[in-house]
């Protein structure tokens, strides 16, 4: 039986790789669902799986994208760049790590400083960019942050910071702690000068970050599901010795407890910013800004 007779081994053909019947990238898969998404119907409903409202975390551009009219903005300085003061190495050189993530997004480092509108309304908006070395605070997001708030602070507008970081940056030692301090100190003094700030917590907002300006907002908002925390669950679970509850450190189980003022889903999310921005204050771009007279009155009554 000739015809069934294989004249050489089938193993070469069968190790060697199918080529994929799907362009990549076209398709997504939902990790909350596993429905499979067609990208372009992803992208349009801003990265929120249609089935689950599982929503896939956004790059900074396509935050501010979502957020602000037209999808226009000013970016601030863009230029600034961390000097590796340390000189740090662990597994592979900080100023490789640098590169790395300066060529896979574009950004120098890891915020975008923006002002635009939003609906209508001036407004500065800082959104972390998580695929630079994890979204994480050093040096350079410190300062580019602090400048943001100062930048409002002069143009008299409010103030909304996206975040999406695993905390402060380690290969900046106790430099990248010591921005914490500098952005509380930036934000106490947006405060005196009675302009608002709104935090929006994404997942994941952790460490360093939580532990400063992320909490510090006159409005803390959450996207659903998102992961917010200091430390993580594990760390907690040996410390404590007790098992922690089931959705510990999720945006609803915080707002629960009270550590968040709203879990609100991203495709509504422009319109709450905008309605919170307008009930505290904040105007129309063409119309004056707030009058500084009252501002200074309050000022003086404290
Ligand atoms: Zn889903």
Redesign the pocket.
């Known amino acids: 039986m000739a015809w069934f007779k294989k004249a050489r081994k089938p193993r070469a053909s069968s190790t060697a790789k199918k080529p994929s019947r799907v362009p990549e990238g076209l398709w997504v898969k939902?990790?909350?669902?596993?429905?499979i998404?067609y990208n372009k119907d992803l992208e349009k409903n801003l990265s929120v799986?249609?089935?689950?409202?599982?929503h896939f975390r956004l790059s900074a551009a396509e935050r501010l994208r979502m957020l602000l009219d037209e999808g226009r903005w000013t970016e601030h300085d863009a230029q600034l760049t961390s000097t590796d003061p340390l000189q740090f190495t662990d597994t592979k050189a900080y100023c490789d790590r640098l590169r790395a993530a300066e060529e896979a997004t574009g950004a120098r480092d890891a915020v975008i400083i923006a002002t635009g509108q939003l609906e209508g309304m001036d407004v500065a908006v800082a959104a972390m960019e998580y695929a630079f070395i994890g979204g994480s605070m050093g040096v350079v997001v410190g300062e580019k942050i602090t400048r943001g708030i100062e930048r409002a602070m002069d143009a008299r507008c409010p103030v909304v910071i996206v975040c999406c970081s695993g905390g402060a940056r380690m290969m900046e030692g106790a430099l990248s702690l010591m921005q914490m301090a500098k952005i509380c100190a930036a934000l106490a003094r947006l405060d005196r000068a009675r302009l608002p700030f709104i935090s929006v917590l994404t997942d994941p907002t952790t460490g360093g970050v939580t532990a400063s300006f992320a909490m510090l907002g006159d409005l803390n908002v959450a996207e659903p599901r998102a992961l917010i925390g200091f430390a993580g669950p594990r760390v907690i679970e040996q410390t404590i010795r007790q098992k922690l509850p089931e959705g510990f450190q999720r945006s609803e189980f915080l707002l629960e407890h009270g550590m968040i003022d709203l879990v609100i889903d991203r495709r509504e999310m422009k319109a709450a910013l905008a309605r919170a921005l307008r009930f505290m204050g904040a105007a129309a771009a063409p119309a004056p800004p707030p009058p500084l007279a009252v501002a200074a009155a309050g000022d003086a009554g404290q």
Do not use: F, M, N
């Open positions: 939902c990790p909350e669902c596993a429905q998404l799986c249609p089935k689950c409202a599982y």
